[in-house]
Nanobody, 123 residues
Framework: EVRLAESGGGSVQAGGSLRLSCTAS????????VAWFRQPPGKELEGVAA???????VYADSVKGRFTISKDTSKNTLDLQMDNLNPGEPGVYYC?????????????????WGQGTQVVVSS
């Protein structure tokens, strides 16, 4: 059974930073595309960033220059450094892996998901 576990969520003021981490068990992240998604309250999942085997790091336009995704294959973890968070970015953040065909930012293209970690941004 593939398990993904997110950590690092919490509350932060607008303009602040958080670092999320996703740890995988029973699967090596080095062999698959891995991504971070978020689900704002009352909205659908949206792709935030991904580490693709053929392209490296890719980002949603809304987070470029503020978020950094990194993968540590020795620890089998996927981190998301989020800087300058704004009040429009709270929600539950999920990591996902094993992407089927299709683009990186569509949730249904991923097979395995973590339970999510909550991010709250106060103004």
């Amino acid at each position: 059974e593939v398990r993904l576990a997110e950590s690092g969520g919490g509350s932060v003021q607008a303009g602040g930073s958080l670092r999320l981490s996703c740890t995988a068990s029973t699967i090596s992240m080095s062999g698959f595309d891995v991504a971070w998604f978020r689900q704002p309250p009352g909205k659908e999942l949206e792709g935030v960033a991904a580490f693709l085997s053929d392209e490296g790091a890719v980002y949603a336009d809304s987070v470029k220059g503020r978020f950094t995704i990194s993968k540590d294959t020795s620890k089998n973890t996927l981190d998301l450094q989020m800087d300058n968070l704004n009040p429009g970015e709270p929600g539950v953040y999920y990591c996902a892996t094993v992407k089927k065909s299709g683009n990186w930012f569509t949730a249904v293209n991923y097979v395995y998901w973590g339970q999510g970690t909550q991010v709250v941004v106060s103004s």
